[in-house]
């Protein structure tokens, strides 16, 4: 009998021990725990979007910090010097051409929106009324300058070489009747610069920041065909981290697409 009783006992201790375990597990499983990501973002649209799905990312399991910039080059180096997770501010294009001069590792995880590109002025109200030899700002960057380039071309404001579209520099420019000077400026700079120039070729999230309405306030605007949508840039081989993952699928969500439309009108157009 007495032995019995030890061997129930030993059982029960066994019970107890194995509940209290599952127990711990349930609470607080492997997989059930936080993540938390830096993510670099220009602050319009870019870190609105990101704040804009923040919440539910946290009800994902993942803790998002938007970390904001006010340049294009500083969140790339942070990027690829891991003090990032991920960026988001720029398109393929510039990514790739930065990814490509300095050897960095750094890809795509996927397509956002589409900024498109406006001409603005504070001295003119109609691009005919241009005057000659004016002074014309558009981006230093190669990518966003060869854009810059065609958009003008599309305006019929200056003809450049054939064939060589949006990877154009000054050095293509074939025709200029108008004798139209072009100045490259840091395109962060470039709202500030309006009072200096006749003309500025304005990326809308820096209009945006300027509190210009890329719709109402500019001359002229790059076609919502564009192939310019921006993306969330990460070092190759993590786009497939669960994070990541969470993090676009999230930003691709039909409630991302209607926020974009609804506060943007048209200054922001989703590319998903």
Same mark, same amino acid.
């Not at 349930?26 to 799905?53: F, Q, R, S, Y």
């Given at each position: 009998m007495k032995k019995l009783l030890v061997?129930?006992?030993?059982?029960?201790?066994?019970?107890?021990?194995?509940?209290?375990?599952?127990?711990?597990?349930?609470?607080?499983?492997?997989?059930?725990?936080?993540?938390?990501?830096?993510?670099? +973002?220009?602050?319009?649209?870019?870190?609105?979007?990101?704040?804009?799905?923040?919440?539910?990312? +946290?009800?994902?399991?993942?803790?998002?910090?938007?970390?904001?910039?006010?340049?294009?080059?500083?969140?790339?180096?942070?990027?690829?010097?891991?003090?990032?997770?991920?960026?988001?501010?720029?398109?393929e294009p510039y990514l790739d051409t930065f990814a490509t001069e300095r050897k960095m590792p750094l890809i795509s995880a996927g397509k956002v929106h589409i900024e498109p590109m406006g001409i603005y002025s504070k001295k003119i109200k109609e691009l005919k009324d241009i005057p000659n030899g004016a002074k014309i700002a558009i981006p230093n960057d190669p990518s966003n300058a060869g854009r810059a380039l065609a958009l003008l071309e599309s305006a019929k404001l200056l003809k450049l070489k054939d064939g060589v579209g949006v990877k154009a520099t000054v050095g293509d420019i074939t025709g200029n009747d108008k004798k139209l000077q072009i100045v490259e400026i840091e395109a962060a700079l470039l709202p500030r610069s309006m009072d200096d120039t006749d003309l500025s070729v304005i990326n809308s999230n820096f209009a945006m920041e300027a509190k210009m309405n890329p719709v109402k306030d500019s001359l002229f605007t790059e076609p919502k065909e564009s192939p310019y949508a921006n993306i969330v840039a990460v070092r190759k081989g993590d786009e497939k981290r669960p994070e990541i993952v969470k993090l676009m699928k999230a930003l691709q969500s039909p409630e991302v697409k209607k926020f974009i439309e609804e506060k943007y009108k048209g200054a922001v157009v989703p590319a998903f």
């Open positions: 061997a129930m006992l030993a059982l029960l201790s066994i019970a107890v021990v194995a509940a209290g375990c599952g127990g711990d597990k349930k609470a607080a499983p492997a997989d059930g725990k936080k993540v938390t990501i830096k993510v670099g +973002a220009t602050a319009v649209p870019h870190a609105e979007i990101l704040n804009h799905i923040k919440a539910g990312l +946290a009800k994902d399991g993942v803790d998002m910090q938007v970390i904001e910039f006010s340049d294009y080059v500083k969140p790339n180096m942070a990027l690829n010097d891991k003090e990032l997770d991920a960026n988001f501010f720029q398109h």
